[in-house]
């Protein structure tokens, strides 16, 4: 259907669907703290994977769209492509977020947050090797690369979850002249003004469904009408997946995130980022029940060009968390504007990797 509508057309329902998952994005990432410090979830293993599979309800929906499709390019484009441009959403609240002389990582500094990014580098690394294992390699519609994957984000979860109770470090390895209130302080304001609005948990809940199956079908029509887009605008489905794609999908976290930062929960506002992204490679696993095949193993080079340049980027927030460098230099710390920087290289690279074949 979607390839008989005209360009135009197609980028009206592109940019709907856009604002549609944005719009409900927010409401979703809303009642999903209220109802979590409602429900007593918090940041126990329960409410943290609920948070992960709620922030990425689009590329859920997406990754199942395309899967189901046959569209294998597309959904592990918008995988990977997501975790590099949802780290450089990290740029975006350093520079329009953050209050103050100090940058975002020198105020959000935390020995757990390195741990979270760690477990985005680990995950990332467990999915390259998963392309170089024969496509033959399936059991009862699983592939061994996205078992694995899931499996290693669960341990990743469970460690983290004991890290945030105390880690045997000075000030249980939270920096000093950091964020002044506890991480998660937003959250409880969000409930706060929730219940001082008259807001009861069945509202919550209802807006919470509402939202999330607004999400999912907003997010299956950016992935139809973007495949129609790439074909007709003769982009291939993995670059188109990579960037404007990821770009749609990440809205309600750069929304969220803006949130965070302005109410001074810095920790918070990164770690939505960097769970997120740990997140997005389980979706391999998905993808793969969903169609039957190994996902990995059909990875081009410009999936693997873009897992190298998540890892990258990942690793200069990592870097920029332990070192807290205080300079700012257009509005943002040295390291956001490294990852800048080195994402509009990135992204010029992968349009060559793309043109020469791969």
Not at 191 to 216: P, Y
Request: zero cysteines; proline letters at 4%; a neutral charge.
């Amino acid at each position: 259907m979607f390839d008989s509508l005209s360009l135009p057309v197609l980028l009206l329902i592109f940019a709907a669907a856009a604002a549609a998952v944005w719009i409900a994005g927010v409401k979703l990432s809303n009642t999903t703290d209220v109802l979590s410090s409602r429900l007593g979830l918090g940041e126990a293993l329960g409410g943290l994977i609920m948070l992960a599979i709620v922030t990425n309800l689009p590329e859920v929906a997406i990754t199942a769209s395309a899967a189901l499709s046959g569209n294998i390019g597309v959904a592990v484009g918008n995988i990977l492509g997501g975790i590099a441009i949802q780290t450089v959403v990290l740029v975006v609240l350093d520079v329009f977020g953050v209050r103050g002389r100090n940058p975002l990582t020198y105020q959000a500094a935390s020995l757990v947050l390195v741990l979270e990014g760690a477990l985005v580098i680990a995950v990332l690394a467990v999915a390259v090797m998963g392309t170089q294992l024969p496509p033959s390699l399936v059991f009862e519609r699983v592939a061994p690369g996205g078992l694995l994957i899931a499996v290693l984000w669960v341990v990743g979860l469970l460690i983290l979850n004991k890290a945030r109770s105390g880690l045997p470090w000075q000030e249980e390895g939270e920096a000093p002249e950091g964020q002044k209130e506890p991480r998660g302080h937003s959250k409880g304001k969000k409930d706060d003004e929730a219940q001082s609005k008259g807001e009861s948990t069945a509202r919550a809940g209802a807006v919470f469904g509402a939202a999330a199956l607004v999400t999912l079908a907003g997010g299956v029509l950016l992935e139809r009408s973007g495949d129609a887009i790439a074909g007709d605008i003769g982009m291939s489905g993995v670059l188109f997946g990579a960037t404007f794609l990821a770009a749609a999908t990440s809205l309600p976290e750069l929304s969220t995130g803006l949130t965070s930062v302005r109410l001074g929960d810095y920790k918070l506002a990164v770690s939505d980022i960097f769970g997120g992204n740990a997140f997005l490679p389980v979706l391999f696993l998905m993808a793969s029940l969903l169609s039957g095949q190994a996902v990995l193993p059909q990875a081009q080079a410009t999936d693997i060009y873009l897992t190298g340049l998540g890892i990258l980027l990942t690793a200069i927030y990592l870097w920029g968390l332990v070192f807290r460098p205080r300079r700012r230099v257009l509005r943002m710390g040295v390291d956001s504007l490294a990852v800048l920087v080195l994402y509009a290289v990135g992204i010029a690279g992968l349009v060559a990797v793309s043109l020469g074949g791969g």
